[in-house]
Nanobody
């Protein structure tokens, strides 16, 4: 049984930064970050391969967000800089066998952490 838990969300002013973390149990997986705003479908944010050498980013966050992992601690982080109000959403981490931008390809999901960016 694989369990994922996100942390680090909160309220921040536009232009500020937040660092999200996802702690995973069990084996090392490829990891992804997704977000869902009220009334919208869940969308891809970033993903990272098991080795940490193959990152992927949504166009909307490139240059602002950085995904990284610490395999020794079995955690994945999402550093979010230059935050914008449109980044406001519940952020979820996910785990799967292979790195992918498709949410349906991930097998395990955390419960999410709220990120709110004020104008």
């Amino acid at each position: 049984q694989v369990k994922l838990m996100e942390s680090g969300g909160g309220l921040v002013q536009a232009g500020g930064s937040l660092r999200l973390s996802c702690a995973a149990s069990g084996r090392t997986f490829a990891m992804g970050w997704f977000r869902q705003a009220p009334g919208k479908e869940r969308e891809f944010v970033a993903a990272l391969s098991r080795s940490g050498d193959t990152p992927y980013y949504a166009d909307s966050v490139k240059g602002r967000f950085t995904i990284s992992r610490d395999n020794a601690k079995n955690t994945v982080a999402l550093q979010m800089n230059s935050l914008k109000p449109e980044d406001t959403a519940v952020y979820y981490c996910a785990a799967g066998a292979l790195v992918t931008v498709e949410s349906r390809r991930y097998n395990y999901w955390g419960q999410g952490t709220q990120v709110t960016v004020s104008s």
